[in-house]
Every structure is written in C-alpha cells, then in structure tokens.
T-cell receptor, first 114, second 111 residues
Framework: GAGVSQTPSNKVTEKGKYVELRCDPI?????LYWYRQSLGQGPEFLIY????????DSGLPNDRFFAVRPEGSVSTLKIQRTERGDSAVYLC????????????FGPGTRLTVL | RKEVEQDPGPFNVPEGATVAFNCTYS??????FFWYRQDCRKEPKLLMS???SGNEDGRFTAQLNRASQYISLLIRDSKLSDSATYLC????????????FGRGTSLIVHP
C-alpha cells in the first residue's frame, strides 16, 4: 500500500513569501504529525493532529506557522512571511492511533528560503 | 537542556564489531520509547520499539532503564549496511502527546 507522501519534495522561495506544504498520510491513520529537521539535528516536533483537530500545536515556533487537516486525512502546513531561518526539511508522519504507535514518515519537503 | 540526549558520534567501527548507543530522557512520565534509523537525506524509519523487559530483533537489542531514565541500543556483528543515524524517541506521558526525538547518533561501519 501507499506510504506517507509529501509535496513538493523541494521548495525554494524568497524571504517574505508564503508557502504551503502538503502531507498525505497512510489511509486510516488518525494521527498526523509535522516536524522540521535541520542538518545534524533530530526531528523537532511542530504539531500533532488527532483526526481533524490539532491535539497539540505547542511546537509551532510562532504565529507565522499554521497547519490544518480539515477532513482528517490530508494536512497542509502553511508558513507566512518566510524567513531564512525557516529553511529545513519539513517531515510529516502518521500513525494508526497516537503517539504510542509506530510513526511512518514521508520523504519530507526541503524548504529553502533565500 | 534537551529532553532526549544522545551522543552524536560518529561511532566509527569495523565490520563485525559490537557497538552500543545510549540515550537519556528527562521526562520521567514518558511511556513509549523507540529507536528509529535514518539514512542520509532520507526519512526516519522505525528500527524497534523499546519495552521495559528489553527486546531483541536479530542483531539488535534494545533496553530500557526507567530508574536511570536511559535507553540503549546494542548492535552485534555490524554490517556495512548498518551505517546510518540512529534516533532515540521518548513519547507520551504526563498528558503530553509529543514524541521527542534525540539529535541522533551517527554510525559508520567500515570494511
């Protein structure tokens, strides 16, 4: 079956622009997570959805970051007024139920802000 | 202080060697623990879950010490293909849903 997919795989944008990153989780997985990973670091938690609702968004760094999952499947991470410091790989993961289960990661979106 | 700490390495070992990684976590309420493997420029993939009683999967053995709040991973008879970064994860507990990843330990297995 299909795994977690993310689009685009690469995104280059200019400082100040708006970007949207999309995640398609494994069908039937109720839990969805967004992380970002910088070189030499582990994935840094951003937000966790259980179904359509954000169960924990405490990892979002500031109000320029927002994520939605309106129908409980596909999720979009939105970044406004991008800054050079936002450059990273943004990873999405899904799991069957919650945090005590194995997470399946997508290939990530490499965001570069010039 | 990071909630999950790992020695970043790299650990440079010859084929056939046994190598062990430790990871410490600060949230004593954490309930679930995992080791993930991440190859260069790829996504993390689950290597194994870590149970209180310890568990083994082929050449890999994971142990959990709740009293000292550390997790270990032992790799026996290292293969070239084991070269990767190994990420330790502590999750759940205390009303938190957040899985917390360590920064990873880099392993290089050479011929």
């Amino acid at each position: 079956g299909a795994g977690v997919s993310q689009t685009p795989s690469n995104k280059v944008t200019e400082k100040g622009k708006y970007v949207e990153l999309r995640c398609d989780p494994i069908s039937g997985h109720t839990a969805l997570y967004w992380y970002r990973q910088s070189l030499g670091q582990g994935p840094e938690f951003l937000i966790y959805f259980q179904g359509t609702g954000a169960a924990d968004d405490s990892g979002l760094p500031n109000d320029r970051f927002f994520a939605v999952r309106p129908e409980g499947s596909v999720s979009t991470l939105k970044i406004q007024r991008t800054e050079r410091g936002d450059s990273a790989v943004y990873l999405c993961a899904s799991s069957l139920l919650g945090t005590n289960n194995e997470q399946f990661f997508g290939p990530g979106t490499r965001l570069t802000v010039l | 202080r990071k909630e999950v700490e790992q020695d970043p390495g790299p650990f440079n070992v010859p084929e056939g060697a046994t190598v062990a990684f430790n990871c410490t976590y600060s949230n004593s309420a954490s309930q679930s623990f995992f080791w993930y493997r991440q190859d260069c420029r790829k996504e993390p993939k689950l290597l194994m879950s870590v149970y209180s009683s310890g568990n083994e999967d082929g050449r890999f053995t994971a142990q959990l010490n709740r009293a000292s709040q550390y997790i270990s991973l032992l790799i026996r008879d290292s293969k070239l293909s084991d070269s990767a970064t190994y990420l330790c994860v502590a999750a759940g507990g205390g009303g938190s849903y957040i899985p917390t990843f360590g920064r990873g330990t880099s392993l290089i297995v050479h011929p």
